[in-house]
């Protein structure tokens, strides 16, 4: 009961019904990328996404990018693309997590790598 709930009204959670009867009648499959994340298309050219996991719009590649926001270029017809070694996976925003970036995340002292004229 609980979980018919959440699919008919919280939207934040997955795909809600109105979208999954709309994927069904009005949806032709475009693809789908490394995490899961499906791509859907309309014949009036409307563009979604369903996401695998949590919604989060951080969470698409730079492959399907371009293709959700109707940028044209080379790889737009090729989302399976070859990466190279040095080139890291994709992941979402990390802000608010433990994986954030800070400077000085053991607190530190900085230690400066000049010295100033004046003391």
């Known amino acids: 009961m609980l979980t018919l709930f959440k699919k008919i009204f919280i939207w934040w959670n997955q795909e809600t019904l109105g979208t999954k009867l709309k994927t069904i009648f009005y949806g032709k499959f475009a693809g ?3 995490s899961g994340n499906k791509y859907y298309e309309s014949k009036s050219g409307k563009r979604w996404v369903i996401y695998n996991d949590e919604i989060d719009a951080s969470k698409i590649p730079n492959e ?3 293709w959700m926001h109707f940028t044209n270029n080379k790889i737009e017809n090729n989302h399976e693309l070859n ?3 040095w080139q890291k996976p994709h992941q979402s925003n ?6 954030a970036y800070h ?3 053991n607190n530190e ?11």
């Not at 990390?94 to 994986?99: V, Y």
């Not at 002292?109 to 003391?119: E, L, M, N, Q």
């Open 32 to 34: 789908k990328d490394s």
């Open 64 to 66: 399907w990018y371009s």
């Open 83 to 85: 990466k190279y070694d």
């Open 94 to 99: 990390q802000t608010g997590t433990e994986n």
């Open 103 to 105: 400077p000085n995340k």
């Open 109 to 119: 002292p900085i230690k400066k790598k000049y010295t100033t004229w004046k003391s």
